[in-house]
């Protein structure tokens, strides 16, 4: 059993079905009129939120924002915190793999055993995003963690 996996365990498995049921709430309100594909997507924060977001698009089709872009601006907007367990839906309910760029986005607020529900089951991060870039390949450090809410003035 990886490290990750166990780590997870230990602090109790995610409740799948509420985060599913937070997502299917979310994608309910998606803004997605040019491809009438709507989609949710909802996490379990490490202190225990769960926190969801829609896709947003555009007429200007290439600046629309997918579930996760907005999911990402709630856990900021709540003060921030980093993801333990992600589920993303479709129209019908069904589970959705987050899209290469979401997997880049979410894995910036990854807690360290984040796992995520996809159609093959329970993943983590790592294996969804294999070799992933980061903040540990920049080579200034960066001003804050992306666990806390920031609150430079
Ligand atoms: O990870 C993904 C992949 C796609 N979409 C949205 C973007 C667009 O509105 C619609 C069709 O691509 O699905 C997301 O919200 N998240
Ligand atoms: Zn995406």
Same mark, same amino acid.
């Not at 540990?136 to 080579?139: A, D, G, K, V």
């Not at 804050?144 to 666990?147: F, G, L, Q, R, V």
């Given at each position: 059993m990886p490290e990750s996996t166990t780590t997870a365990a230990r602090r109790g498995d995610p409740d799948w079905e509420a985060l599913r049921r937070a997502a299917v709430v979310a994608m309910e309100k998606a803004y997605a009129p040019y491809s009438r594909f709507p989609v949710g997507a909802a996490a379990l924060l490490d202190d225990g939120r769960v926190v969801s977001g829609c896709n947003v698009e555009n007429?200007?089709?290439?600046?629309t924002l997918c579930a996760e872009c907005t999911l990402v601006g709630q856990i900021r907007m709540g003060g921030g915190g980093l993801i333990r367990a992600f589920y993303c839906v479709d129209g019908d309910g069904s589970v959705l793999m987050p899209c290469g760029r979401c997997r880049q986005l979410l894995y910036e607020f990854r807690a360290p055993d984040m796992v995520l529900m996809t159609g093959h089951g329970v993943k983590t991060m790592d294996e969804v995003l294999p070799d992933a870039f980061g903040p540990?390949?920049? !080579?200034e450090v960066r001003p !804050?963690?992306?666990?806390g809410a920031g609150g430079e003035a």
């Open positions: 007429a200007s089709y290439g600046l540990q390949h920049l !080579e !804050e963690s992306p666990d």
